[in-house]
């Protein structure tokens, strides 16, 4: 089945509209093509529905039907997509990414980007089990401190992160930090970045607010001046053992939701600057 909110069951129940809804959601994900069995597959759907619901769907032309047997998106789909674009302003549009991932972890969802050597928080949305946090819209810190700010180092070279930090390194010594756990050393940075690199993600624990872990992702943004964002998740450590995994999958998700958003709007021509995405996000 296809994961997100719309999964939660609702009063009154039509698989017929939910196949539909889940079918154009697996063909705009995968960025392809895919053959009723993959559909049924990814769904849950029988084929046999699967098969209606697909001549509906093509008749109305929100599929097309390949050579092959598979099946993509259709025209009908742009026409749906324009409209919302035009309506919804692309930073409104990220936000309730950033809300969907607060309700479903029940944690601090933030989004930031880097801004020379700190990150600046656009976005934060808070779950049912946040507290007050060291971070909030408008503030910077230490990209080194903080999860979002090691996801979106980890997009550039060794040598970029080492320039980025050059000036700090050269009148103090070291880096900034928030706590005893933060790195100080622009070395032990760049090991940490290259761990970040080979997993996919970056991780905090303790290193901004003591007692508090992190787990963070970068997104392509395609923005004039912003080429990435990072979307996290912050929690008590307590929480975060058995969190981690399920919350890992989520943020990912809403990664690949974001980069959607922002591809699909620079498609249509829409690049707001750097200045109306930051105050968008203010």
Request: glycine content about 8%; hydrophobic content about 45%.
């Amino acid at each position: 089945m296809i994961d997100g909110p719309a999964n939660d069951k609702p009063k009154y129940s039509a698989p017929a509209a939910g196949c539909a809804a889940d079918m154009l959601l697996a063909l705009a994900r995968g960025r392809g093509e895919l053959s009723v069995n993959e559909l049924a597959g990814v769904t849950g759907c029988t084929k046999s529905l699967v098969y209606r619901v697909l001549a509906e769907l093509e008749a109305r032309h929100y599929v097309a039907k390949l050579d092959n047997g598979s099946y993509t998106l259709g025209l009908s789909v742009v026409e749906l997509g324009g409209a919302f674009s035009a309506g919804v302003p692309l930073m409104s549009s990220v936000r309730r990414v950033c809300r969907r991932l607060a309700d479903l972890t029940g944690e601090t969802v933030n989004l930031g980007m880097l801004q020379d050597d700190q990150v600046l928080y656009l976005i934060r949305e808070e779950g049912a089990r946040s507290v007050v946090a060291v971070s909030h819209i408008g503030k910077l810190l230490p990209a080194n401190a903080v999860a979002l700010g090691k996801a979106l180092l980890a997009v550039e070279s060794d040598d970029a992160v080492r320039d980025v930090f050059s000036a700090q390194v050269g009148s103090e010594g070291r880096l900034r930090s928030l706590t005893a756990n933060t790195i100080t050393s622009i070395e032990s940075l760049i090991a940490e970045l290259d761990r970040v690199r080979d997993a996919g993600h970056a991780e905090e624990h303790g290193e901004a607010v003591a007692g508090r872990c992190c787990l963070a992702a970068s997104a392509p943004f395609g923005e004039q001046n912003i080429d990435r964002v990072a979307i996290s998740v912050s929690m008590d450590e307590s929480r975060f053992h058995d969190a981690r995994d399920a919350t890992l999958t989520a943020i990912l998700e809403a990664r690949d939701q974001i980069a959607r958003e922002a591809r699909g709007r620079a498609a249509i021509g829409e690049r707001p600057s750097r200045t109306e995405v930051v105050i968008a996000g203010l």
